[in-house]
């Protein structure tokens, strides 16, 4: 697990799938040397620090618009390291010093035995004697040792709303040029830099990015594990490309944190998953590591099928007279909960700005709320509401009742967003008041599910009662944690859906809490299968919630395309399955009943890209999820796409293979082949369809079957 080598001043730590090495000489700063699988390479010693901590009395040792080369960061010395094991983690704390400044930095390491992956975090503590106003504390930082900057991709996505996931794979070079830094004797000032500011922690970019490695397969996968504001970048040192992670900066996000004496700070966490098989190999490793982080929940295990009434079906508008037929299909279809979405609360027709009291409607529920609810339990399915419960809106009672400090604010005044004020849950009343919300939905109604949803994004942060707007940020987004950790004491069977106007807060501070994830507000279904195929590379795939939203004006190859959009994720139903004709409620019955019989298999199951990664135009998309000896493969075509493709499955190559069509099986037959791992199928239709494969590694070969 640990070893110290006095000789070459190392600290190696690890297990069989993940092995770090830290140099740790007294005349240098800490610096991991490798994290890999199992490097064994001779690397040379580590220039990179391992903490970059930049301070208001001593910045960069050198002028520059990066975070590696902090003058304090450079002075930071080992003193001591330890390390220890608590169930299925191995532990590793390294301890340093800058005895200039009295800065102490705590590091962190903790890995899931038999995971490529590990994650960090940084404490700073101030044993000096005098106060230090920190404006940026690393949480993770290391050289990509042992390749070249022209050998590396960089792998990130942009996102938004509608658009979320767009990943991109381009050379490292694109952004970082060649500046022959060797033959000028000095690391470069410049960087790649990608950050997201105010709530909507997934709303610009993602906090998941990579490198890989083209010529050896040597990969990082990270993810900083925040819902506020974040920083990661990577540059060019002499000795290679290096990556450094943050939560709030004071450069980005006018964070500060002044440190008495006595006094600490820790970051954000972060995580960095590490193969030597590429992409999919980091992707993977990064699967099997979030599985570790996640809460344990009954949902983990039973995967329900939820149903919910907004996605282009009620669209806030519930009513008792809609609803219950409603009810009645999405239970004969085979969904196990069904959600009430947004309007349950509202007695007029322009809820937006007045919510926050979340009462039941007595106007759209003439018998009441519980009528519904309880027509939803009498089908054995679990009743579920929408919820939004960080804003108040500004005409909404609950404005006026709740203290102003109750609310995020700048310079005094609340801060005021489409409509409604944020609340800030570092305030106990404001805590309160969300708490008895909550335990009277779960409690007196006996809701079992809650979608969380989040449409508003306050910004910077408050400077009330703290050190800066986003040092008050990160309080509230820290208490937000906390009060969701509460609630799932007191309520361990209430499911909560994380949701931000579809995918706009989608990080693993959350969904280590959360269990599953809307990924998309996208209303087009010929534009959701690039988001759905996207979303395994940042989000589990038994918390991805894709919506599939079949109507009765569709075709069938139409209801089988948008079922599809659900079905390699967390099958999220809704349309208006009360108006359709026995033969297309059958398809969709079909999808849910299929859906239940390969479940179990996501909960083990890592992603794989047969085209690659997506693009958000492109006419063919393909998402494969490897679960043992079983693939399973989504393939969509889009309108203008060649009428047949080629699917690249590596991991079966060399193997006899066994092809099923599991979804559709009563629609008009594609073709398929595998050979040489690879699944080419073409269809004759010219419209948009799809379909889900199953392929069975290890059975004798048999030819693939035909749809029936």
Same mark, same amino acid.
């Given at each position: 697990?640990?070893?110290?080598?006095?000789?070459?001043?190392?600290?190696?730590?690890?297990?069989?799938?993940?092995?770090?090495?830290?140099?740790?000489?007294?005349?240098?700063?800490?610096?991991?040397?490798?994290?890999?699988?199992?490097?064994?390479?001779?690397?040379?010693?580590?220039?990179?620090?391992?903490?970059?901590?930049?301070?208001?009395?001593?910045?960069?040792?050198?002028?520059?618009?990066?975070?590696?080369?902090?003058?304090?960061?450079?002075?930071?010395?080992?003193?001591?390291?330890?390390?220890?094991?608590?169930?299925?983690?191995?532990?590793?704390?390294?301890?340093?010093?800058?005895?200039?400044?009295?800065?102490?930095?705590?590091?962190?390491?903790?890995?899931?035995?038999?995971?490529?992956?590990?994650?960090?975090?940084?404490?700073?503590?101030?044993?000096?004697?005098?106060?230090?106003?920190?404006?940026?504390?690393?949480?993770?930082?290391?050289?990509?040792?042992?390749?070249?900057?022209?050998?590396?991709?960089?792998?990130?996505?942009?996102?938004?709303?509608?658009?979320?996931?767009?990943?991109?794979?381009?050379?490292?070079?694109?952004?970082?040029?060649?500046?022959?830094?060797?033959?000028? @004797?000095?690391?470069?000032?410049?960087?790649?830099?990608?950050?997201? /500011?105010?709530?909507?922690?997934?709303?610009?970019?993602?906090?998941?990015?990579?490198?890989?490695?083209?010529?050896?397969?040597?990969?990082?996968?990270?993810?900083?594990?925040?819902?506020?504001?974040?920083?990661?970048?990577?540059?060019?040192?002499?000795?290679?490309?290096?990556?450094?992670?943050?939560?709030?900066?004071?450069?980005?996000?006018?964070?500060?944190?002044?440190?008495?004496?006595?006094?600490?700070?820790?970051?954000?966490?972060?995580?960095?998953?590490?193969?030597?098989?590429?992409?999919? @190999?980091?992707?993977?490793?990064?699967?099997?590591?979030?599985?570790?982080?996640?809460?344990?929940?009954?949902?983990?295990? /039973?995967?329900?099928?939820?149903?919910?009434?907004?996605?282009?079906?009620?669209?806030? /508008?519930?009513?008792?007279?809609?609803?219950?037929?409603?009810?009645?299909?999405?239970?004969?279809?085979?969904?196990?909960?069904?959600?009430?979405?947004?309007?349950?609360?509202?007695?007029?027709?322009?809820?937006?700005?007045?919510?926050?009291?979340?009462?039941?409607?007595?106007?759209?529920?003439?018998?009441?709320?519980?009528?519904?609810?309880?027509?939803?339990?009498?089908?054995?399915?679990?009743?579920?509401?929408?919820?939004?419960?960080?804003?108040?809106?500004?005409?909404?009672?609950?404005?006026?009742?709740?203290?102003?400090?109750?609310?995020?604010?700048?310079?005094?005044?609340?801060?005021?967003?489409?409509?409604?004020?944020?609340?800030?849950?570092?305030?106990?009343?404001?805590?309160?008041?969300?708490?008895?919300?909550?335990?009277?939905?779960?409690?007196?109604?006996?809701?079992?599910?809650?979608?969380?949803?989040?449409?508003?994004?306050?910004?910077?942060?408050?400077?009330?009662?703290?050190?800066?707007?986003?040092?008050?940020?990160?309080?509230?987004?820290?208490?937000?944690?906390?009060?969701?950790?509460?609630?799932?004491?007191?309520?361990?069977?209430?499911?909560?859906?994380?949701?931000?106007?579809?995918?706009?807060?989608?990080?693993?501070?959350?969904?280590?809490?959360?269990?599953?994830?809307?990924?998309?507000?996208?209303?087009?279904?010929?534009?959701?299968?690039?988001?759905?195929?996207?979303?395994?590379?940042?989000?589990?795939?038994?918390?991805?919630?894709?919506?599939?939203?079949?109507?009765?004006?569709?075709?069938?190859?139409?209801?089988?395309?948008?079922?599809?959009?659900?079905?390699?994720?967390?099958?999220?139903?809704?349309?208006?399955?009360?108006?359709?004709?026995? /033969?297309?409620?059958?398809?969709?019955?079909?999808?849910?009943?299929?859906?239940?019989?390969?479940?179990?298999?996501?909960?083990?199951?890592?992603?794989?890209?047969?085209?690659?990664?997506?693009?958000?135009?492109?006419?063919?998309?393909?998402?494969?999820?490897?679960?043992?000896?079983?693939?399973?493969?989504?393939?969509?075509?889009?309108?203008?796409?060649?009428?047949?493709?080629?699917?690249?499955?590596?991991?079966?190559?060399?193997?006899?293979?066994?092809?099923?069509?599991?979804?559709?099986r009563r629609l008009p037959p594609w073709t398929s082949s595998f050979d040489t791992g690879a699944l080419t199928v073409a269809t004759g239709s010219p419209g948009p369809a799809a379909r889900i494969f199953r392929l069975v590694a290890g059975a004798g070969g048999t030819p693939p079957e035909k749809e029936s």
């Open positions: 697990m640990l070893l110290g080598d006095t000789t070459t001043s190392t600290v190696s730590w690890g297990h069989p799938a993940l092995r770090l090495v830290v140099d740790a000489a007294p005349d240098a700063p800490a610096g991991i040397r490798s994290l890999a699988p199992d490097d064994r390479r001779p690397l040379p010693r580590a220039t990179q620090p391992l903490v970059e901590l930049l301070v208001a009395g001593a910045g960069r040792a050198r002028a520059s618009h990066r975070f590696s080369g902090t003058a304090v960061g450079v002075r930071l010395r080992h003193t001591a390291h330890s390390a220890s094991r608590h169930g299925r983690w191995h532990e590793l704390r390294i301890e340093l010093r800058d005895e200039h400044t009295g800065l102490a930095a705590r590091v962190w390491f903790r890995s899931a035995d038999g995971v490529g992956a590990c994650q960090v975090r940084t404490r700073i503590t101030n044993e000096g004697r005098e106060p230090v106003l920190l404006l940026g504390v690393t949480s993770f930082a290391a050289g990509f040792a042992g390749s070249t900057v022209d050998d590396l991709d960089l792998v990130r996505a942009d996102s938004e709303w509608l658009g979320e996931a767009r990943w991109a794979r381009e050379p490292l070079r694109s952004h970082l040029p060649d500046l022959g830094l060797r033959e000028h @004797g000095q690391d470069g000032r410049g960087r790649y830099a990608v950050t997201s /500011d105010g709530t909507w922690s997934t709303g610009v970019h993602l906090p998941t990015a990579g490198l890989v490695d083209r010529v050896t397969g040597r990969s990082w996968l990270w993810q900083i594990e925040h819902n506020g504001p974040w920083r990661w970048e990577a540059g060019e040192r002499r000795e290679g490309a290096y990556v450094a992670l943050l939560g709030p900066t004071d450069i980005d996000h006018q964070w500060q944190e002044r440190l008495a004496p006595g006094e600490s700070f820790e970051t954000v966490p972060v995580s960095i998953a590490v193969s030597g098989h590429g992409l999919a @190999g980091a992707a993977a490793a990064l699967t099997g590591h979030r599985r570790a982080l996640v809460r344990a929940h009954p949902d983990r295990r /039973d995967l329900p099928v939820v149903f919910n009434d907004y996605m282009n079906t009620l669209m806030g /508008d519930p009513t008792t007279a809609k609803l219950l037929p409603l009810v009645d299909a999405a239970a004969a279809a085979g969904a196990e909960v069904f959600c009430v979405d947004a309007g349950w609360y509202d007695n007029g027709t322009t809820w937006w700005d007045s919510v926050g009291e979340w009462q039941p409607s007595h106007t759209r529920f003439p018998g009441g709320l519980g009528e519904v609810l309880d027509r939803i339990r009498g089908h054995g399915l679990v009743p579920g509401l929408w919820l939004e419960p960080e804003v108040i809106g500004v005409r909404s009672p609950m404005a006026a009742r709740l203290p102003a400090a109750a609310f995020l604010q700048r310079g005094g005044v609340r801060l005021v967003e489409h409509g409604r004020y944020h609340l800030d849950l570092r305030h106990p009343a404001a805590v309160a008041h969300l708490d008895e919300v909550v335990d009277r939905l779960a409690g007196e109604l006996g809701v079992g599910y809650l979608k969380l949803d989040y449409n508003i994004d306050p910004g910077v942060g408050t400077d009330f009662a703290a050190a800066s707007a986003g040092a008050g940020l990160l309080d509230h987004n820290r208490a937000h944690l906390a009060w969701l950790d509460r609630v799932l004491a007191r309520h361990p069977g209430l499911t909560l859906e994380n949701c931000a106007s579809g995918g706009m807060r989608m990080d693993y501070a959350l969904l280590s809490r959360m269990q599953l994830q809307s990924t998309s507000d996208q209303q087009d279904p010929l534009r959701y299968p690039p988001i759905a195929v996207a979303a395994p590379l940042s989000v589990l795939p038994e918390q991805s919630a894709s919506w599939a939203y079949p109507q009765p004006d569709m075709t069938d190859e139409q209801i089988a395309f948008t079922m599809c959009t659900g079905m390699l994720g967390r099958l999220y139903l809704s349309g208006r399955l009360d108006a359709m004709t026995a /033969d297309q409620r059958e398809l969709v019955r079909d999808a849910v009943h299929r859906y239940g019989e390969i479940r179990a298999a996501l909960t083990t199951a890592v992603p794989v890209w047969p085209l690659g990664l997506p693009g958000f135009a492109d006419r063919w998309l393909s998402l494969a999820l490897r679960a043992g000896d079983v693939t399973y493969v989504a393939v969509w075509r889009r309108p203008g796409a060649d009428p047949a493709v080629r699917l690249e499955l590596p991991h079966l190559r060399h193997r006899p293979v066994r092809v099923d069509v599991l979804y559709p």
